[in-house]
């Protein structure tokens, strides 16, 4: 899943830098994503990788659909962020589709790509896929994440 587009220094900065703020104002995203680690952002795409711990779980013992949701949100804002903005926008809409799963110790892969970010509205697609011995990835979930981006 790893993008043609090269990260860029200047996007990868500011992305951490942004996530750094944003990870210190929203204590679910502490909780759900404090190990999450940022592989690559240029413009219009951020990737990033999480082990998947026991407080990703569900009673099942497989990754919880609220946590696909919640990077759905993260990837998608990350995304809109490498257009410079220190602001992402409201969520209007978000929807997440669950294909298969994940267990404890599997790594995620995450790719969040702004599909048009406009005046008012941005439009953002999220993959996770689960990393496989192989090096492939099998999709876990797809989302879409629409937000009200008007500054």
């Known amino acids: 899943m790893a993008s043609s587009t090269e990260s860029t220094t200047d996007e990868r900065l500011h992305i951490q830098k942004y996530w750094a703020n944003m990870r210190r104002n929203s ?10 680690s940022l592989v690559s952002a240029s413009k219009g795409v951020v ?9 990703h779980l569900n009673s099942k013992g497989t990754l919880h659909g609220t946590v696909s949701a919640c990077l759905t949100d993260w ?3 990350l995304a809109i962020a490498t257009y ?3 602001k992402t ?3 209007t809409d978000i929807h997440t589709t669950f294909i298969s799963t994940a267990k404890e110790g599997d790594v995620l892969e995450i790719e969040g790509r702004a599909d048009k970010v406009g005046g008012t509205l ?8 689960k990393i496989e011995e192989d090096g492939a990835g099998s999709l876990v979930s797809m989302g879409s ?5 008007k500054q």
């Open 27 to 36: 204590p679910i995203y502490e909780f759900l994503l404090s190990d999450i």
């Open 47 to 55: 990737t990033a990788r999480l082990n998947v711990k026991p407080c």
């Open 75 to 77: 990837a998608g804002g």
């Open 84 to 86: 410079g903005r220190e």
């Open 89 to 91: 926008g409201v969520s």
């Open 122 to 129: 941005a439009f953002t697609s999220v993959e996770i896929r």
């Open 145 to 149: 994440h629409t937000k009200y981006v």
